[in-house]
C-alpha cells in the first residue's frame, strides 16, 4: 500500500515556474514506477510525466516536453516535478500516482493516486 500527498501548487503568472512534490508513506515506494497527471476545469484527466522505479526512464506528454522535469529520491519516498515557462494552459490540479506500468500514460495502470494539488497560471 502506498499513500500519496502531493504539494507545492500555487498561483504563478505565465512565464515563472512552481516545483510540485510528491511524498508517500510505504516502504514499496521504490519498488512503483511514478506518474504525474493533471487535471483542467471542464477537462478530462491526462498524462503529464512519468518515471521509473530507479529513475533510468522518463517520460513525457507532448505539450509539457522541455519544460517540465520529474525526479524522484526513493531514500526521501519523494518524486517532484519541475515546472518551467508555465502557461495559463498548464492551469489545473496535478496529481501524482504510483504503478506498476506497461503504458505510462493508462490511467488504469497506476494503482494509488494522491488528492491533487491546485497549480494556477495567470496571463
Known amino acids: 500500500q502506498v499513500q500519496l500527498l502531493e504539494s507545492g501548487g500555487g498561483l504563478v503568472q505565465a512565464g515563472g515556474s512552481l516545483r510540485l512534490s510528491c511524498a508517500a508513506s510505504?516502504?514499496?515506494?521504490?519498488?512503483?514506477?511514478m506518474g504525474w497527471f493533471r487535471q483542467a476545469p471542464g477537462k478530462e484527466r491526462e498524462f503529464v510525466a512519468g518515471?521509473?522505479?530507479?529513475?533510468?526512464?522518463?517520460h513525457y506528454a507532448d505539450s509539457v516536453k522541455g519544460r517540465f522535469t520529474i525526479s524522484r529520491d526513493n531514500a526521501k519516498n519523494t518524486v517532484s516535478l519541475q515546472m518551467n515557462s508555465l502557461k495559463p494552459e498548464d492551469t489545473a490540479v496535478y496529481y501524482c500516482?504510483?504503478?506498476?506500468?506497461?503504458?505510462?500514460?493508462?490511467?488504469?495502470?497506476?494503482?494509488?493516486w494522491g488528492q491533487g494539488t491546485l497549480v494556477t497560471v495567470s496571463s
Open positions: 500516482a504510483a504503478g506498476r506500468i506497461g503504458n505510462w500514460e493508462e490511467q488504469s495502470e497506476y494503482d494509488f
Open positions: 510505504g516502504r514499496t515506494f521504490s519498488t512503483y514506477h
Open positions: 518515471i521509473s522505479w530507479r529513475a533510468y526512464i522518463t
